[in-house]
């Protein structure tokens, strides 16, 4: 694990190389440079998590309409993705987490959506067995919530969650997305 700055001055962290192959390192801001200006603003992961976790969040609220509402201002993530989603009684994360692996040895920048986490709510997005950082959470949060507040759409925090994942995968160029039913 390495964590610091690069010639760059791009942040650094262990985990995915500049080919994108899965190695020692992942370079913390998107193609763009949109994350390392975002450093800046006031949004941090515990204040990301203490929204996330409010009880107007915390809900559920079935349909599709608000989760796609929100996915379309983002130019739709999900569909420049080629996702595997698991689904049934008993064995998904398992499976999952087999399937990540065999994709990750065979060469593959690969993503991870999972839940429940253990300890962190980056525990659920993974890119190469890497957790999402701290840093990117909360910057890709307070992308997620701009936009809900902008729109007045009320997403659950499911749904939050799910945004994000699709937004760090596609804008980090996973190769393949497993993801687990909700």
């Given at each position: 694990?390495h964590s610091g700055?690069?010639?760059?001055?791009?942040?650094?962290e262990?985990?995915?190389?500049?080919n994108?192959f899965c190695?020692?390192?992942?370079?913390?801001?998107?193609?763009?440079?949109?994350?390392?200006?975002?450093?800046?603003k006031?949004?941090n992961y515990?204040?990301?998590i203490?929204?996330?976790?409010?009880?107007s969040m915390?809900?559920?609220?079935l349909?599709?309409?608000?989760?796609?509402?929100?996915?379309?201002?983002?130019?739709?993530?999900?569909?420049?993705l080629?996702?595997?989603?698991v689904?049934?009684?008993?064995?998904?994360?398992s499976?999952?987490?087999?399937?990540?692996?065999?994709?990750?040895?065979?060469?593959?920048?690969?993503g991870l959506?999972?839940?429940?986490h253990?300890f962190?709510?980056?525990?659920r997005?993974?890119?190469c067995g890497?957790?999402?950082?701290?840093?990117?959470?909360?910057?890709?949060?307070?992308?997620v919530?701009d936009?809900?507040?902008?729109?007045?759409?009320?997403?659950?925090e499911?749904?939050?969650?799910?945004?994000?994942?699709?937004?760090?995968?596609?804008?980090?160029?996973?190769?393949?997305?497993?993801?687990?039913?909700?």
């Amino acid at each position: 694990q390495h964590s610091g700055e690069d010639e760059g001055g791009s942040l650094v962290e262990g985990g995915v190389d500049t080919n994108g192959f899965c190695s020692n390192f992942i370079v913390s801001d998107w193609q763009d440079g949109s994350a390392v200006t975002a450093l800046h603003k006031s949004m941090n992961y515990e204040n990301a998590i203490m929204r996330l976790t409010s009880k107007s969040m915390f809900r559920i609220d079935l349909g599709l309409d608000r989760v796609q509402k929100i996915l379309s201002e983002f130019n739709n993530p999900q569909d420049k993705l080629k996702c595997i989603h698991v689904a049934g009684t008993n064995g998904k994360g398992s499976i999952c987490a087999m399937l990540e692996s065999i994709l990750r040895e065979a060469g593959y920048k690969t993503g991870l959506y999972t839940s429940p986490h253990i300890f962190e709510y980056t525990e659920r997005i993974k890119i190469c067995g890497i957790d999402i950082s701290k840093e990117d959470f909360a910057l890709l949060f307070e992308e997620v919530y701009d936009k809900m507040t902008s729109l007045s759409i009320s997403l659950t925090e499911f749904e939050i969650l799910t945004v994000i994942m699709f937004l760090y995968f596609e804008r980090k160029s996973v190769e393949y997305a497993i993801l687990e039913t909700g």
